[in-house]
């Protein structure tokens, strides 16, 4: 029987309250040995396709058997399915609610179950609002202990589960068109546009009637002033310089978003 030893923790918490805490408490009651590490706690309330960006972000940082946990869960309590799913590289442990879409879309599945066995819950009659403590911890840190994932519950099918649509990216006569899919804690805008498609060549993003060029750090351009580049994501992004890029320019999650390139 394999034993993996990390979790990580993905939620949309905070730290003001104790859910964190006590979710660290319920892993460590049943293998103190474990190596819990956070991911973050700040997602926006609800926002599923934060999560989901945000996992599939941090997702290959991590060795191979980690099992990560997601809880931002706004239908905690009703009929969407608890699970946990085997990749040949890890696991994920959480909400059947789209929040895994980023990482389903490039990694083929080995496995997934339902978390129904009872057995590897915190108690048999887990609370409605509060999954993350008395299925989602309990699950995967028996898990990461070297229970098979077999055991938690039973095997569904794979094509059964929940995705959130794609954020697209496509071709244009001039460029690349694309959406906004992220916004971080800075301001940041993250677009669906691969920062391949920009690599090398002199490219800007019109926002009305505004050219924000695409450069190559935050400091090519002066203090408060908006610029485009790829960010350590991957992704192509829009910033301001020591500033907010999603106060001043106005986007939001799911905008449609253009790259102009000149070769």
């Known amino acids: 029987m394999s034993s993996y030893q990390l979790i990580t923790l993905l939620t949309d918490f905070g730290f003001n309250d104790i859910y964190v805490g006590v979710m660290k408490g319920v892993i460590a009651q049943i293998n103190p040995t474990l190596?819990?590490?956070?991911?973050?706690?700040?997602i926006p309330p609800q926002n599923i396709a934060a999560a989901q960006f945000n996992l599939m972000s941090a997702y290959?940082?991590?060795?191979?058997?980690?099992?990560?946990?997601?809880?931002v869960d706004p239908g905690v309590g009703?009929?969407?399915?608890?699970?946990?799913?085997?990749?040949?590289?890890?696991?994920?442990?959480?909400?059947?609610?789209?929040?895994?879409t980023g990482i389903l879309s490039r990694r083929p599945i080995v496995q997934v179950v339902s978390l129904s066995n009872t057995n590897y819950w915190r108690i048999s009659n887990p609370s409605y609002t509060f999954h993350g403590r008395d299925i989602f911890a309990p699950a995967a840190a028996h898990l990461a202990s070297g229970v098979p994932l077999k055991e938690l519950g039973d095997i569904i099918d794979p094509s059964?589960?929940?995705?959130?649509?794609?954020?697209?990216?496509?071709?244009?006569?001039?460029?690349f068109a694309g959406t906004v899919q992220h916004i971080d804690r800075f301001g940041n805008i993250i677009t669906?546009?691969?920062?391949?498609?920009?690599?090398?060549?002199?490219w800007s993003i019109p926002i009305g009637k505004r050219a924000i060029p695409g450069c190559r750090t935050y400091n090519d351009v002066k203090r408060g002033n908006p610029l485009a580049l790829i960010g350590s994501h991957g992704w192509v992004e829009i910033a301001v310089?020591?500033?907010?890029?999603?106060?001043?320019?106005r986007?939001?999650?799911?905008?449609?978003?253009?790259?102009?390139?000149?070769e």
């Open 192 to 202: 669906s546009i691969p920062g391949d498609c920009v690599e090398g060549k002199t």
């Open 241 to 249: 310089n020591s500033g907010d890029a999603h106060f001043q320019l």
């Open 160 to 175: 059964s589960l929940i995705h959130l649509p794609i954020p697209f990216f496509t071709p244009t006569p001039t460029g």
């Open 60 to 71: 290959p940082y991590f060795p191979p058997g980690t099992v990560h946990i997601v809880v």
């Open 35 to 42: 190596t819990v590490i956070d991911l973050t706690h700040e």
């Open 78 to 100: 009703g009929e969407r399915r608890s699970i946990a799913i085997e990749f040949s590289d890890g696991f994920l442990i959480g909400p059947d609610n789209g929040v895994f």
């Open 251 to 262: 986007l939001n999650w799911g905008d449609p978003v253009k790259v102009e390139v000149r």
